[in-house]
């Protein structure tokens, strides 16, 4: 059983392109999260989606970001014109429930560095 | 607002030995559910070991295990006959609906 899939491992861009994120979760698992991590920091929550529903989007910025998880395919992390700020680790996070005793299985990351 | 503290920035244990990373959370909920998290330098987060919050007994995973102390609000993670590879950014979370992340305590387990 594939654990969680994210790609592209690494993504570089400049300054104004868009970043475009990808997330498969584990077989089977229809709850989706979006977590991203700041050099030295902690993971920070950011979205959290079931499918073709965003749940809580809580912690993601207002503008530039959006997140959507479809019927088909993966989830899909979107953060148009990058700015510095934006380089980071963006982790998904999948789990076969969405109630809080489910543990969420993490896939290894997109380090995003952006020029 | 839910928080959760790892005042441990850095930690440093002899191979073989044991060791103890601590974590405190505030939270008004009665029912939730309690995370470590491991990131080796590969940077992926590996899930080492969870601890409902209705539970009493103290969760246990092979040389991992915790002491969980509801009403002190601490979940501290021991590593029994600590190994090279045991070296990782070690983070405590905190689970209602979302995780909840500390800053985490990065272990050097030594030769």
């Known amino acids: 059983n594939a654990g969680v899939m994210q790609n592209p491992r690494h993504l570089v861009r400049r300054r104004g392109q868009e970043a475009r994120l990808r997330c498969s979760p584990m077989k089977g698992h229809s709850h989706v999260y979006w977590y991203r991590q700041l050099p030295e920091e902690g993971l920070k929550f950011m979205v959290y989606?079931?499918?073709?529903?965003?749940?809580?989007e809580s912690g993601m910025p207002k503008e530039r970001f959006s997140a959507e998880f479809p019927k088909e395919g993966p989830s899909i992390l979107r953060i148009q014109q990058v700015v510095r700020g934006d380089s980071a680790a963006y982790f998904c996070?999948?789990?076969?429930?969405?109630?809080?005793?489910?543990?969420?299985?993490f896939g290894p990351g997109t380090r995003l560095l952006v020029l | 607002a839910q928080t959760v503290t790892q005042s441990q920035p850095e930690m440093s244990v002899q191979e073989a030995e044991t060791v103890t990373l601590s974590c405190t959370y505030d939270?008004?909920?009665?029912?939730?559910?309690l995370f470590w998290y491991k990131q080796p330098p590969s940077r992926q987060m590996i899930l080492v070991i969870r601890?409902?919050?209705?539970?009493?007994q103290n969760a246990t995973e092979n040389r991992f295990s915790v002491n969980f102390q509801k009403a002190a609000k601490s979940f501290s993670l021991k590593i029994s006959d600590s190994q090279l590879g045991d070296t990782a950014m070690y983070f405590c979370?905190?689970?209602?609906?979302?995780?909840?992340f500390g800053t985490g305590t990065l272990l050097a387990v030594q030769p």
């Open positions: 989606l079931q499918k073709e529903n965003i749940i809580d």
């Open positions: 996070a999948s789990s076969l429930q969405g109630a809080g005793q489910e543990t969420q299985y």
């Open positions: 939270t008004s909920e009665n029912n939730y559910y």
């Open positions: 979370a905190f689970r209602s609906n979302k995780l909840i």
């Open positions: 601890q409902e919050a209705y539970k009493q």
